[in-house]
């Protein structure tokens, strides 16, 4: 059986990798795709890519009435991509997210419409295998040493902090314990901004400079001795993988699921 795919984000750095995987892949089948600044152009004019002659549409609605598909992928902007899942939603197709920038609140309200709906939706802060092995192994060190904090990493370009894959550590982490302190935030003499962000429990640092791409960071300490954690990327690469392995696996359940490590059965 051939999936039948929509791509919102098609023309964006990890749209095209995706959308040139996908046309190459067996058992998927690109049938439309979003690009709000290209609509009415075909992919192939706008890409290059050979094969992508199919027409760019201006949002997933539209994308989804002309050529019904049965799962959809995300790879816009924070600010577009609660409404594209919702309309794929609401035309019963299911959902895979790349996007960052959806609030643990936004989530809820996406679990609620594709449980009514019976869709299935996944949401990944990065589809790469080694990003959730960080996870998955920060989880382990969480429920061993009471303290830690994140850092984020990214060119000074991403417009939304912390990452997606920041979010989704202090998400994981908070389902396994909650962090110590020997000083109380609100104690902190001096700055207390600078003792970062609180998310999930996690107090969160986000850096942005250029020359960094993507990285994470779980730093634990325990008298005496300090674990670090961390994630790098250096090119989208490693998310094609495992976004196609999320969009052929999406229809197996209701609601939402997050993170790679929960897909992967970690």
Not at 152 to 180: F, H, I, M, W
Not at 219 to 225: A, N
Not at 233 to 260: E, F, H, I, N, Q
């Amino acid at each position: 059986m051939t999936l039948k795919v929509c791509l919102a984000g098609a023309t964006g750095h990890v749209g095209r990798e995706l959308a040139r995987a996908i046309l190459a892949a067996e058992g998927l089948a690109l049938v439309s795709a979003v690009g709000r600044s290209s609509a009415g152009k075909t992919l192939a004019a706008v890409t290059g890519i050979d094969g992508a002659e199919l027409s760019i549409h201006a949002d997933v609605a539209a994308a989804l009435a002309a050529a019904p598909a049965d799962v959809l992928i995300d790879y816009t902007r924070p600010a577009a991509v609660k409404a594209n899942v919702h309309a794929a939603v609401e035309a019963g197709c299911h959902a895979v997210i790349g996007t960052s920038g959806l609030t643990d609140e936004d989530y809820a309200d996406i679990d609620r419409w594709a449980k009514q709906k019976g869709v299935g939706v996944f949401a990944a802060g990065n589809f790469s295998i080694t990003a959730a092995l960080l996870q998955h192994f920060a989880c382990l060190a969480a429920g061993e040493m009471p303290h830690w904090e994140i850092l984020d990493y990214a060119a000074d370009n991403k417009p939304d902090a912390p990452s997606g894959t920041a979010r989704e550590l202090a998400y994981q982490l908070a389902q396994v314990a909650k962090p110590a302190w020997a000083v109380p935030l609100d104690q902190t003499q001096g700055l207390k901004e600078s003792r970062g962000a609180t998310l999930n429990g996690s107090q969160m640092h986000s850096i942005r400079v250029p020359g960094y791409y993507s990285a994470v960071q779980a730093v634990f300490g325990s008298p005496g001795e300090r674990l670090e954690l961390r994630h790098e990327s250096t090119s989208y690469a490693p998310y094609v993988a495992g976004t196609l392995l999320a969009a052929r696996k999406v229809d197996a359940w209701k609601g939402l699921k997050r993170g790679m490590a929960t897909l992967l059965q970690l």
